[in-house]
């Protein structure tokens, strides 16, 4: 039999994070965090990582194991994750995901790492010098729109270690990444996994949330947090961080060229636009059961979904 796992999804700021911990503690689970951000040691207010009450509530796992600047793969973490999951089953409690990365999830759930595209150090290394300079990220990018323009569509152009990435892989095999990730999704899953998707059909109040998230990230101190990431080489162009929302927008004030107060404006717009993008990505996903975030019953729907699915699987 399949080994079982629940799934809690959506965009951000959509309240994934409070209703996975009622559901951990509801439910006897421990919580596997799927964002792909929050394995990063010092990216904390930036990507809403659990706080310290929170993680002494619910047991995490999957946050703070990297530094900046280390490059992480959806493989790398579907391998990684995926042997937690077993290990929180094999302690008779309920694995968690909880997270907006979508295709992280899908890792964990399929076992991708099990047939992940070569790679050749070497080589990526070769690519990432090139696109050290403007001109040569916009070459690798026009590049990548030739050979695998799926990939290109879904990747920022300045989102150098994916760009980089997708060349590596189709330079070293003629099969583009984008071909690599349709059959991983066709793979059959490892774990038999109820997903609960949140969203609001009234997208304005999903925006307002997000608002007044940054809102208090900046009031939390995103604006000192990013500087120090900044100070240390974290945010430089290609880099983890450097690329992450929330800490990018924040360049142009290390220079002069802007005030904190526009950069939050900045990262609200991109949330937005980021938001947006999750939804169409998870609901282009079949199988997910879809709450309304705003629901003032959401947790009671959401225990009694999850209650039910199983009694079913037991």
Known sequence: MKKIALAVVGPTASGKSALAL???ERFRGEIVSCDSMQLYCGMDVGTAKPTEEEQERVTHHMID???????????????????????????????????????????ALTGRH???????????????ARGKTEEGRAALYRELLSVD???AVATHPNNLRRVVRA??????????????????LRRPRRFDCLILGLDFPERGALYRRID??????????LYDEAKMLFDRGFLSPGTTAGQAIGYRQFLPCFSGEATPEEAAEEIKTATRRYAKRQLTWFRAQPGIVWLDGGDPDLVKRAEATVSAWLQEKT
């Open 22 to 24: 009622s559901l951990a």
């Open 65 to 107: 194991i990297l530094d900046p600047d280390e490059p992480y793969s959806a493989a790398d973490y579907g391998e990684r994750a995926g042997k937690t999951a077993e290990e929180i089953l094999s302690r008779g409690r309920l694995p968690i995901f909880c997270g907006g990365t979508g295709l992280y999830l899908t890792a």
């Open 114 to 128: 099990d047939d992940a595209p070569p790679s050749d150090p070497k080589l990526r290394a070769e690519l990432l």
């Open 149 to 151: 323009p799926a990939s």
């Open 167 to 184: 060349l590596e892989i189709y330079r070293l095999t003629g099969k583009t990444k984008s071909a690599f990730d349709s059959e991983s």
């Open 212 to 221: 007044r998230r940054v809102d208090e990230m900046m009031e939390d101190g």
